[in-house]
Structure formats: structure tokens, C-alpha cells
């Protein structure tokens, strides 16, 4: 097998919206299956919409105790970020 010289990816960065229960929202940026928003408190979270083996994940504020789920579309990219009940 032959190598190549690295070549330096300019990432696609999108905004798709955090909806919370209390029915505010939020903008995050997400690129491929990853996102960072801010939590409902103000905190900075990250989180993906994928793991590996298919299992699924969630972020959890480590200042105020919500959850969060990255909803992910059918090729697994990030397209929603979705407060979940604790």
C-alpha cells in the first residue's frame, strides 16, 4: 500500500437548533455527528449522535443535571440537539 501526503480538511460547520422542554430554543454547531450548544444554564456542552455498536448516548450538564440527545439524520449527522427528561 502506497501513502499520501496529509492534505488539511476545512470542517463544514452547520447550526441546527436545541429544543428544550420548556419549549425555548437554542442554536448549536454541529459538524458531521458532533455539536456543541449552550445548556438551558448557560453551560457549554458537547455531545454526538452516534456511538459505536449502535448503542445511543445522551450529554449530561455536569452544572444543573439536564440531559440532552444529538439527533442524528439517516447518514448519522448531527441535525437537532433535544433536551430529554432526567
Same mark, same amino acid.
Given at each position: 500500500?502506497? &501513502?499520501?501526503? /496529509? @492534505?488539511d480538511h476545512r ?5 441546527? /437548533?436545541?429544543? @428544550?422542554?420548556?419549549?425555548?430554543? #437554542? #442554536? $448549536? &454547531?454541529?459538524e458531521g455527528n458532533? #455539536? #456543541?450548544?449552550?445548556?438551558? +444554564? ?6 454526538? +449522535?452516534y456511538f459505536q @455498536?449502535?448503542?445511543? +448516548?445522551?450529554?449530561? +450538564?455536569? &452544572? ?6 444529538? $439527533?442524528?439524520?439517516? &447518514?448519522?449527522?448531527?441535525? $437537532? ?6
Amino acid at each position: 500500500m502506497g &501513502s499520501r501526503t /496529509p @492534505f488539511d480538511h476545512r470542517l463544514k460547520i452547520k447550526t441546527i /437548533p436545541v429544543k @428544550f422542554i420548556t419549549g425555548g430554543t #437554542a #442554536a $448549536a &454547531s454541529a459538524e458531521g455527528n458532533n #455539536a #456543541a450548544w449552550p445548556c438551558a +444554564c448557560g453551560t457549554l456542552l458537547v455531545g454526538r +449522535c452516534y456511538f459505536q @455498536f449502535g448503542d445511543t +448516548c445522551y450529554t449530561q +450538564c455536569d &452544572s444543573c443535571g439536564r440531559k440532552y440527545r444529538v $439527533a442524528g439524520d439517516e &447518514s448519522k449527522r448531527a441535525e $437537532a440537539v433535544n433536551e430529554v427528561a432526567a
